[in-house]
């Protein structure tokens, strides 16, 4: 027993110093696999937390996504809180309020959660002038504020800031206001103003402030100044009289003892607001969904830990360090920014699918390769030692005791190597699945194609009739197509949702694109033979001895080498989907860009602005060379002829020849031009009826209806009955032109639209509910920041929203997730291309004695030297063909395939999906480099066998 023990021992060592580089290689493979396993999810995890973090950071230049609203009640008569709890002064309770306040936000939106700025609005009041009012100015209105990060945002240039101290009995309380503010209410500092309240005026006396500083704002890059832009400009109303002054609206800055004083004089209820940082950390994404949940009840928690019963009034009675406060109200704007991240991660986690399954693929299929060149090299040793009695299980044996160890240790080891390249604290887990494969894949092949190889001596192997087996392969082949078009199928019907695992992973649409290459494969392999036999016997035909060989020797090797052409094919198509995707990706977001703003400029406002605060002028020798206003109104229709109701619908008006001056090709412009010619009528009850364009919706319901009486929503202004008729349907291009994007993209999806002219302005009433663009085209060289001027002023509101399209497209391409589809598709695209270069190797060197023998048989014949090189080379020009051209087909029929399941609109926005551009010059490049490292293979494999003069030698005993 021992000594066969110490025989099989030896023969094991044997064997494994005779196979150590393929060992090597496999071991190579194993590792590689392996290692992705541990680091490849949580490399892909960072991009995603990445990305969620420059959402956040993105969002937070424009505000803070949390706020907390309530509202200090105090005893007007005593200046104590209403409570029975001992008077706390509010200039001791609100420097520490917000971060006391977050002590009650739980263990989830706690450590995600800091306190950025509080804010305390006194009393709004009516300005008593004592000083001239800057010309064109008439009444204003002003409101203190005390703002808890306020000095380190400003810079006063004359004067100090508001003292924080009490403000003794009967003193003004400090006031600090901007340089434009002073300058327009004719102030300088020391001087004292009065201040008439609007609450309860009949019983308090006006206030006196003291102008203690004029400061100017300091930007030290954060929000401040975009969240607080009232404390600098003069906002400038529209005069609800034509002619009169414009009203003014002034914000200024107190100190924190202001409200102290001012509640003696009466006033006991003071607006709060407690804005709130998010940082989610390094795992951001897997703790999005949380605090999204938290956000949902923290309402709710607030009440719990600062309220206790209700009063008479059946309100809760809340009480924050002493003082009496009201309900809170949550202001969330953090979850609509979380929801719209996860539904686009999801679609990332899709298309990366692909990529990551393709390279998985192609690297099991390179194990396979490495497992049967291992075997092919050991094929005779293991047939001589089972015709001398070796039996099945003792050969398995001997086979898997040099290759279990090599793969697990190499399993092992990647893992081990894999930890130290993934990053720490991201929202990914290592995939184990991953290396238990890989390993189980080396381990398994190997007792497998073994038994394959020996289970029977090999006469009676070949004495079996090939009908059977060609049965077999018949119904295996069917069924891999039958399994592509099953999942095709399934995957179109299920569309982009569903189908994703709690990893991530959506295994379903990333087995589909695997499915449609293995078929791929099928058919070059069951065609391209065809080919090669026609081709050779054409070339039989024309005499060429060394072409008919070649192809006929490629085309009966066509089987042998499915393998190899299945990693070709799979590199290159997913290299080519990965170039198609990104292309179309940057094609997608010049139009999202176009859509967001509708020209390079845009200044959009919330509610309709009056035609008189409109700049004219803009368009002329500086950076503007085109303008254009649009308003929309939100309207609910009703048929006059069958009372069927339409709501709600996006009324826009704008001038059509504005639009045509600006765009010349604009469909909107073309189908709204013989618009322009329809008067407004009236109808016998005084209503006016407003000639439009409408979906498709509205304009085919006409014939039953007639009219429609359009209702305005939330109406600001007094206006006689209106209908509408349509007179035209708007087609999908101008539904589409961006000039409606602005606009269309504040609507919810589904909106039906009407899109009217601006004489329509005439009789539309204001809403509050609506909104009014100005779209601003630049000239040719414009600087950015002469364009974001000119939009600034375009409209005379309070608030705008001010974008340059070239900066929406830049956030657009440096998005994060967008970035990350890149590189996702680059790294897996240069691993795939390592493993194919060493699956096409090992294929070579496994069929290399065949095609040595071939060219030796042709040697020994007479052939020449430059003959049997131009041989080696042509048996595998066909491979190189046949992988170029299936891996492009490949790349270009999958996103035709995959079809609705297929969505890229959250990485460019717009209206629509984009359209799928082909990158043909990347495609034509990847497509010959694949085939130029087939072509270059071949050749490092003819100079070697030159080198060693194998071509001309024949075996004893061959013929």
């Given at each position: 027993?021992?000594?066969?023990?110490?025989?099989?021992?030896?023969?094991?060592?044997?064997?494994?110093?005779?196979?150590?580089?393929?060992?090597?290689?496999?071991?190579?493979?194993?590792?590689?696999?392996?290692?992705?396993?541990?680091?490849?999810?949580?490399?892909?995890?960072?991009?995603?937390?990445?990305?969620?973090?420059?959402?956040?950071?993105?969002?937070?230049?424009?505000?803070?996504?949390?706020?907390?609203?309530?509202?200090?009640?105090?005893?007007?008569?005593?200046?104590?809180?209403?409570?029975?709890?001992?008077?706390?002064?509010?200039?001791?309770?609100?420097?520490?309020?917000?971060?006391?306040?977050?002590?009650?936000?739980?263990?989830?939106?706690?450590?995600?959660?800091?306190?950025?700025?509080?804010?305390?609005?006194?009393?709004?009041?009516?300005?008593?002038?004592?000083?001239?009012l800057a010309d064109g100015y008439g009444d204003v209105s002003l409101q203190p504020l005390w703002v808890s990060d306020a000095d380190a945002h400003v810079r006063y240039v004359q004067g100090q800031a508001p003292s924080a101290a009490a403000v003794a009995k009967g003193a003004a309380p400090d006031i600090a206001l901007s340089q434009a503010q002073a300058r327009a209410l004719g102030l300088s500092v020391g001087e004292r103003f009065q201040v008439a309240s609007r609450t309860d005026a009949d019983q308090n006396a006006p206030l006196s402030y003291r102008l203690s500083g004029i400061y100017r704002p300091v930007d030290t890059g954060d929000d401040f100044w975009t969240a607080q832009a009232e404390l600098d400009q003069v906002q400038v109303e529209t005069p609800t009289v034509p002619g009169q002054p414009s009203p003014l609206v002034v914000q200024g800055l107190v100190g924190a003892g202001a409200a102290d004083s001012v509640s003696t004089d009466g006033f006991g209820y003071f607006p709060v607001d407690w804005y709130y940082r998010m940082d989610l950390g390094r795992a951001a994404n897997a703790r999005s969904a949380p605090v999204v949940t938290a956000l949902a009840t923290l309402g709710n928690s607030l009440q719990q830990g600062w309220c206790g019963a209700l009063d008479g009034n059946g309100?809760?009675?809340?009480?924050?360090?002493?003082?009496?406060?009201?309900?809170?109200?949550?202001?969330?704007?953090?979850?609509?920014?979380?929801?719209?991240?996860?539904?686009?991660?999801?679609?990332?986690?899709?298309?990366?699918?692909?990529?990551?399954?393709?390279?998985?693929?192609?690297?099991?299929?390179?194990?396979?390769?490495?497992?049967?060149?291992?075997?092919?090299?050991?094929?005779?040793?293991?047939?001589?030692?089972?015709?001398?009695?070796?039996?099945?299980?003792?050969?398995?044996?001997?086979?898997?005791?040099?290759?279990?160890?090599?793969?697990?240790?190499?399993?092992?080891?990647?893992?081990?190597?894999?930890?130290?390249?993934?990053?720490?604290?991201?929202?990914?887990?290592?995939?184990?699945?991953?290396?238990?494969?890989?390993?189980?894949?080396?381990?398994?092949?190997?007792?497998?194609?073994?038994?394959?190889?020996?289970?029977?001596?090999?006469?009676?192997?070949?004495?079996?009739?090939?009908?059977?087996?060609?049965?077999?392969?018949?119904?295996?082949?069917?069924?891999?197509?039958?399994?592509?078009?099953?999942?095709?199928?399934?995957?179109?019907?299920?569309?982009?949702?569903?189908?994703?695992?709690?990893?991530?992973?959506?295994?379903?649409?990333?087995?589909?694109?695997?499915?449609?290459?293995?078929?791929?494969?099928?058919?070059?392999?069951?065609?391209?033979?065809?080919?090669?036999?026609?081709?050779?016997?054409?070339?039989?035909?024309?005499?060429?001895?060394?072409?008919?060989?070649?192809?006929?020797?490629?085309?009966?090797?066509?089987?042998?080498?499915?393998?190899?052409?299945?990693?070709?094919?799979?590199?290159?198509?997913?290299?080519?989907?990965?170039?198609?995707?990104?292309?179309?990706?940057?094609?997608?977001?010049?139009?999202?860009?176009?859509?967001?703003?509708?020209?390079?400029?845009?200044?959009?406002?919330?509610?309709?602005?009056?035609?008189?605060?409109?700049?004219?002028?803009?368009?002329?020798?500086?950076?503007?060379?085109?303008?254009?206003?649009?308003?929309?109104?939100?309207?609910?229709?009703?048929?006059?002829?069958?009372?069927?109701?339409?709501?709600?619908?996006?009324?826009?008006?704008?001038?059509?020849?504005?639009?045509?001056?600006?765009?010349?090709?604009?469909?909107?412009?073309?189908?709204?031009?013989?618009?322009?010619?329809?008067?407004?009528?009236?109808?016998?009850?005084?209503?006016?009826?407003?000639?439009?364009?409408?979906?498709?919706?509205?304009?085919?319901?006409?014939?039953?209806?007639?009219?429609?009486?359009?209702?305005?929503?939330?109406?600001?202004?007094?206006?006689?009955?209106?209908?509408?008729?349509?007179?035209?349907?708007?087609?999908?291009?101008?539904?589409?032109?961006?000039?409606?994007?602005?606009?269309?993209?504040?609507?919810?999806?589904?909106?039906?639209?009407?899109?009217?002219?601006?004489?329509?302005?005439?009789?539309?009433?204001?809403?509050?509910?609506?909104?009014?663009?100005?779209?601003?085209?630049?000239?040719?060289?414009?600087?950015?920041?002469?364009?974001?001027?000119?939009?600034?002023?375009?409209?005379?509101?309070?608030?705008?929203?001010?974008?340059?399209?070239?900066?929406?497209?830049?956030?657009?391409?440096?998005?994060?997730?967008?970035?990350?589809?890149?590189?996702?598709?680059?790294?897996?695209?240069?691993?795939?291309?390592?493993?194919?270069?060493?699956?096409?190797?090992?294929?070579?060197?496994?069929?290399?004695?065949?095609?040595?023998?071939?060219?030796?048989?042709?040697?020994?014949?007479?052939?020449?030297?430059?003959?049997?090189?131009?041989?080696?080379?042509?048996?595998?020009?066909?491979?190189?063909?046949?992988?170029?051209?299936?891996?492009?087909?490949?790349?270009?029929?999958?996103?035709?395939?995959?079809?609705?399941?297929?969505?890229?609109?959250?990485?460019?926005?717009?209206?629509?999906?984009?359209?799928?551009?082909?990158?043909?010059?990347?495609?034509?490049?990847?497509?010959?480099?694949?085939?130029?490292?087939?072509?270059?293979?071949?050749?490092?494999?003819?100079?070697?066998?030159?080198?060693?003069?194998?071509?001309?030698?024949?075996?004893?005993?061959?013929?």
């Open positions: 027993m021992s000594s066969d023990i110490r025989i099989f021992g030896a023969l094991v060592r044997r064997e494994s110093r005779s196979d150590l580089p393929l060992l090597g290689c496999l071991a190579v493979l194993v590792l590689v696999l392996a290692a992705l396993g541990s680091a490849g999810p949580l490399l892909l995890a960072r991009q995603q937390d990445t990305a969620l973090s420059q959402r956040i950071t993105a969002a937070q230049r424009n505000g803070p996504l949390l706020d907390v609203a309530g509202q200090f009640t105090l005893d007007v008569a005593a200046g104590y809180p209403a409570s029975a709890a001992p008077a706390v002064p509010l200039r001791t309770v609100l420097p520490d309020s917000g971060r006391d306040l977050a002590g009650s936000f739980g263990p989830v939106l706690g450590p995600t959660t800091h306190p950025e700025r509080t804010t305390l609005a006194l009393p709004w009041g009516d300005y008593l002038s004592t000083t001239a309100n809760p009675e809340c009480s924050l360090d002493g003082q009496t406060v009201t309900t809170f109200a949550v202001n969330d704007t953090a979850t609509p920014l979380l929801t719209a991240f996860a539904q686009e991660n999801r679609q990332f986690e899709a298309l990366a699918s692909f990529a990551v399954a393709s390279l998985l693929a192609v690297g099991l299929a390179t194990v396979v390769v490495a497992v049967r060149l291992l075997l092919r090299r050991r094929s005779g040793d293991l047939v001589l030692r089972r015709s001398r009695g070796a039996s099945t299980t003792e050969l398995l044996l001997s086979r898997m005791a040099t290759t279990v160890p090599v793969a697990l240790l190499a399993g092992a080891g990647g893992w081990i190597l894999g930890r130290p390249l993934a990053p720490s604290g991201t929202s990914g887990h290592p995939l184990p699945a991953l290396a238990i494969g890989s390993v189980a894949a080396a381990v398994l092949l190997v007792p497998l194609l073994t038994w394959y190889t020996v289970r029977e001596p090999g006469t009676a192997r070949r004495s079996r009739q090939r009908r059977p087996v060609a049965a077999r392969r018949y119904v295996l082949e069917g069924t891999g197509v039958l399994l592509c078009v099953a999942g095709v199928t399934a995957l179109r019907v299920r569309g982009s949702s569903g189908g994703s695992t709690g990893g991530g992973i959506d295994v379903q649409l990333s087995t589909v694109p695997v499915l449609v290459a293995l078929t791929t494969v099928l058919v070059l392999v069951r065609l391209y033979p065809v080919v090669l036999r026609l081709l050779a016997a054409w070339a039989r035909r024309g005499g060429g001895t060394v072409a008919f060989v070649g192809l006929r020797r490629a085309g009966r090797d066509a089987p042998a080498t499915s393998l190899a052409l299945f990693v070709l094919v799979l590199t290159l198509g997913t290299a080519v989907f990965g170039g198609l995707i990104s292309r179309s990706i940057q094609d997608g977001t010049a139009v999202g860009a176009r859509w967001t703003t509708g020209a390079d400029a845009v200044s959009v406002a919330a509610g309709n602005i009056a035609p008189g605060a409109v700049a004219p002028g803009l368009a002329g020798p500086g950076a503007v060379r085109a303008e254009l206003v649009e308003n929309l109104r939100v309207v609910n229709l009703t048929g006059d002829g069958d009372g069927q109701i339409f709501n709600p619908v996006a009324l826009v008006t704008l001038d059509p020849k504005a639009l045509a001056a600006a765009e010349p090709g604009s469909p909107l412009a073309a189908q709204l031009s013989a618009l322009a010619a329809g008067p407004i009528t009236q109808l016998g009850d005084g209503s006016d009826v407003l000639p439009v364009l409408a979906v498709a919706a509205i304009a085919d319901h006409r014939e039953q209806t007639g009219t429609y009486s359009a209702n305005a929503i939330a109406a600001v202004s007094g206006h006689h009955p209106t209908r509408v008729r349509p007179e035209g349907t708007l087609d999908r291009a101008a539904q589409l032109d961006p000039v409606l994007g602005p606009l269309l993209d504040q609507q919810p999806p589904g909106t039906l639209l009407l899109v009217g002219t601006t004489a329509d302005d005439a009789v539309l009433p204001l809403q509050s509910s609506g909104s009014t663009a100005a779209l601003l085209w630049a000239r040719p060289g414009a600087a950015p920041a002469a364009l974001r001027a000119a939009a600034a002023t375009a409209l005379q509101a309070p608030q705008t929203d001010v974008q340059l399209q070239s900066d929406v497209l830049t956030a657009l391409r440096t998005d994060g997730l967008t970035r990350a589809v890149g590189r996702i598709y680059t790294v897996c695209t240069a691993l795939a291309v390592l493993f194919a270069l060493l699956a096409v190797a090992l294929e070579l060197v496994l069929t290399a004695r065949e095609r040595g023998r071939t060219t030796s048989y042709l040697r020994t014949l007479g052939l020449a030297s430059r003959g049997a090189a131009g041989l080696q080379i042509l048996q595998l020009v066909p491979l190189a063909a046949a992988a170029a051209a299936g891996g492009v087909l490949l790349g270009l029929v999958v996103p035709r395939v995959l079809g609705p399941a297929l969505q890229i609109q959250q990485f460019t926005g717009g209206p629509t999906g984009p359209a799928l551009h082909t990158d043909y010059s990347l495609t034509l490049v990847l497509g010959a480099g694949l085939a130029l490292l087939v072509l270059g293979a071949a050749a490092v494999e003819t100079a070697v066998a030159r080198l060693r003069r194998l071509e001309s030698v024949l075996r004893l005993g061959e013929q």
